[in-house]
């Protein structure tokens, strides 16, 4: 991959701007109970635990690992933004009854040359400005902090890009910064989330273009090959668009990836995220696409909303017989949330980001199939009275499929400043008078959990027949702790706690076997 490419993704210019962090040791004075969980961790900051000590029973039969991938370091000028922070990855692995824990920073291009700055002058000085740039020969490697994905046995770190970073599945050590796909597909953004098919194919699309008349491009990687393989044409965004959507996830079914336009723009500063803007007064559309030829088989429009999450997406037929994709995604009226998450917002005006996150909830909507319904208008229904954030579900047997259960973080309204509980829904069983679906919750006092995810007991496919396994971060000990759910009853097994408090992170995964995966070469060197 030439450098010039990741030019790109930086919206206007290689140029950046560090400044000392301070700032954001002024977490301790903040109003926000959840302050401690945007503050920076050290350089190069690890914390092993070969042996973690554990509280409860945690089942014998739990093994694997599971990975974790989020933001643990933040600036005044660039890296202001939840989105921004540089990416750390953190791993728990499981064997009969015990856990161990790695974390490390992910040594990008972008890591390396902010460390740089801020080892060679005190961070209560003055910032300056750096030319983001690697040494003669080296690839551009970017900021990874979102999600984690398996592709042909490679674990690899993701952002809203078309370029990934390798790392270890033992200890998350960065191995190869960029990973090297078998293509040369060209850099550019596209959504953070993939999705991996039942068997194995990963599919993915990015942004042909990168501000007026953007498209996308819809690509697949088959089990096995690192290769990226284009499928169809290049699929036009909606007419009006002047500059890049945001789209941070996408749906899939077994025959049609669903791409959700919401009229939510990428701004100019701060990697996009400064100056974003939401036009209410333009519907969304949904791009029903082909996925055995990457075609547009269908396009329908919504009342305006704003997202960025979908849970699962399956076909089916209706009441009447007739075909159609049923899409279950978390909104929001507006783009309310996303200032909201800036960094100084979060600590200094915490009451507008729960704000938000209440105006959002769990939707459905229906999608005919039917040409006689194209360019129809569909609304959404909410299924479930309350705040819910990184939905998950049993994606490994239920992705593409009708599905029950759905896990994710939530917030007692009106009351929390942040994400303070767990939640389970169950969308068989609804609530009396019609007041949408029932669920059962796990908080703490003073806790903050963060993405939940599913990890089956056996074979039995059920999708309560394991456990729910989350970081949570304990605000009043000052410390984060694996904490480890029954998922039937959705009550407490075991806990697991860390000696620091971990940054509030995004997504990750559980794999079985992922330890036993080779990789292409050997850890990268980290030099300062």
């Not at 950046?16 to 969980?37: C, E, F, Q, Y």
């Not at 060209?186 to 039942?198: I, V």
């Not at 904490?483 to 794999?511: E, M």
């Amino acid at each position: 991959m030439a450098s010039t490419e990741v030019g790109l993704l930086l919206v206007s210019t290689l140029v950046v701007s560090l400044t000392n962090t301070a700032a954001h040791d002024h977490a301790a004075k903040s109003m926000n109970p959840a302050a401690i969980g945007f503050k920076n961790l050290p350089h190069n900051f690890t914390a092993p635990i070969a042996t973690m000590t554990v509280q409860g029973e945690m089942p014998a039969w739990l093994s694997g690992s599971l990975y974790r991938n989020g933001p643990a370091w933040w600036n005044d000028v660039d890296l202001d933004h939840w989105f921004t922070g540089l990416a750390m990855l953190h791993v728990f692995h499981f064997n009969q009854g015990s856990v161990s824990y790695h974390n490390q920073f992910i040594q990008s291009s972008m890591y390396k040359q902010y460390m740089q700055d801020s080892t060679a002058s005190s961070r209560a000085g003055e910032g300056k400005r750096v030319e983001l740039e690697n040494k003669e020969g080296e690839p551009m490697s970017i900021n990874t902090g979102v999600t984690v994905r398996r592709v042909a046995g490679h674990l690899l770190a993701n952002t809203g890009a078309t370029s990934s970073n390798e790392f270890s599945p033992a200890d998350v050590t960065t191995v190869q910064a960029p990973f090297d796909f078998d293509d040369d597909m060209p850099f550019s953004r596209g959504p953070a989330h993939a999705h991996t098919d039942l068997d194995g194919r990963v599919v993915h699309f990015y942004h042909t273009q990168l501000g007026p008349h953007p498209a996308y491009q819809l690509y697949q990687i088959v089990p096995g090959q690192t290769e990226r393989t284009l499928l169809g044409a290049p699929i036009p965004a909606m007419p009006q668009a002047k500059s890049t959507l945001f789209i941070h996830s996408f749906a899939m079914t077994r025959n049609y990836v669903i791409i959700n336009e919401v009229p939510a723009f990428f701004g100019r500063k701060s990697f996009g995220f400064k100056g974003a803007t939401f036009v209410k007064e333009w519907n969304a559309r949904w791009l029903v696409v082909d996925r055995s030829t990457g075609k547009v088989h269908r396009i329908l429009e919504s009342p305006a909303f704003m997202m960025y999450h979908h849970v699962n997406a399956f076909e089916e037929l209706n009441g009447d017989g007739e075909a159609e994709i049923i899409v279950d995604v978390v909104s929001y009226p507006d783009l309310a949330s996303l200032p909201a998450m800036f960094i100084d917002a979060i600590l200094k005006k915490p009451e507008e980001l729960a704000r938000a996150f209440d105006q959002g909830g769990l939707h459905q909507y229906h999608i005919p199939l039917s040409a006689q319904k194209n360019g129809s208008l569909v609304e959404g229904e909410r299924l479930w009275q309350g705040t819910l954030e990184f939905p998950t579900m049993y994606y490994e047997a239920y992705n593409t499929r009708k599905y029950r259960y759905i896990y994710g973080a939530s917030q007692t309204a009106g009351k929390s400043l942040f994400l303070d509980k767990l939640v389970k829904i169950d969308l068989e069983t609804p609530l009396p008078h019609g007041s949408g679906a029932s669920s059962l919750s796990w908080e703490q006092p003073n806790c903050f959990p963060g993405e939940p995810i599913f990890v089956p007991r056996g074979q039995s496919g059920a999708e309560d027949d394991g456990v729910v396994l989350s970081l949570v971060l304990d605000a009043t000990a000052g410390h984060s702790f694996l904490l480890v759910l029954d998922a039937k009853s959705f009550t407490q097994l075991a806990t697991a706690p860390l000696t620091y408090a971990v940054p509030f992170g995004f997504h990750g995964r559980h794999y079985f076997n992922a330890t036993t995966t080779a990789t292409k070469t050997s850890p990268v060197k980290t030099e300062f």
